[in-house]
T-cell receptor, first 114, second 111 residues
Framework: GAGVSQSPSNKVTEKGKDVELRCDPISGHTALYWYRQRLGQGLEFLIYFQGNSAPDKSGLPSDRFSAERTGESVSTLTIQRTQQEDSAVYLC????????????FGPGTRLTVT | QKEVEQDPGPLSVPEGAIVSLNCTYSNSAFQYFMWYRQYSRKGPELLMYTYSSGNKEDGRFTAQVDKSSKYISLFIRDSQPSDSATYLCAMTRGSNYKLTFGKGTLLTVNP
């Protein structure tokens, strides 16, 4: 079956511009997660959705970052006024219900801020 | 002290070798322990997860958890060049809790 998909796969933007990153989870997966992976670093948790509510936003690094989810499907991560330190791979994952220990990842969006 | 420590390597082994990858952690509340494999420029792929202490085997892969020592391991038997990737450990307190990842170990299996 179809896995988690993300778009765009690559995004180059100028410092100060806003960007939107999209994630389509596996059909039937009610939980959705966003992570950031900087070069040479582990995955950094950003936010988690159960349905369209976000019980845990603790990882969002600043108020320039926001995310929303429509029902139990697509999610969008928005970064406003991008900075060079936002350059990273942004990964989305989904899981059935509350089985956070069994997450399936998309291929990621590679964001470069120039 | 980071919650999860993982030696980044790199680790280089000949084809057919047994590979041992390890992580240590500090939070005794962690109950689920995962191993992910990440190929270059791809998303992480779940290999296996283990609940609490003990061993779990899946083909050439064996995961071990020693909660008393706060130490987890992944063993790869008869390693293949296709196993060359970064291996990430991850752990969580349980359902509805976020995953905490190690930085990953880069493994190269040479033919």
């Amino acid at each position: 079956g179809a896995g988690v998909s993300q778009s765009p796969s690559n995004k180059v933007t100028e410092k100060g511009k806003d960007v939107e990153l999209r994630c389509d989870p596996i059909s039937g997966h009610t939980a959705l997660y966003w992570y950031r992976q900087r070069l040479g670093q582990g995955l950094e948790f950003l936010i988690y959705f159960q349905g369209n509510s976000a019980p845990d936003k603790s990882g969002l690094p600043s108020d320039r970052f926001s995310a929303e989810r429509t029902g139990e499907s697509v999610s969008t991560l928005t970064i406003q006024r991008t900075q060079q330190e936002d350059s990273a791979v942004y990964l989305c994952a989904s899981s059935k219900g509350l089985q956070t220990y069994e997450q399936y990842f998309g291929p990621g969006t590679r964001l470069t801020v120039t | 002290q980071k919650e999860v420590e993982q030696d980044p390597g790199p680790l280089s082994v000949p084809e057919g070798a047994i590979v041992s990858l390890n992580c240590t952690y500090s939070n005794s509340a962690f109950q689920y322990f995962m191993w992910y494999r990440q190929y270059s420029r791809k998303g992480p792929e779940l290999l296996m997860y283990t609940y609490s202490s003990g061993n779990k085997e899946d083909g050439r892969f064996t995961a071990q958890v020693d909660k008393s020592s706060k130490y987890i391991s992944l063993f790869i038997r008869d390693s293949q060049p296709s196993d060359s990737a970064t291996y990430l450990c991850a752990m969580t307190r349980g359902s509805n809790y976020k995953l905490t990842f190690g930085k990953g170990t880069l493994l190269t299996v040479n033919p």
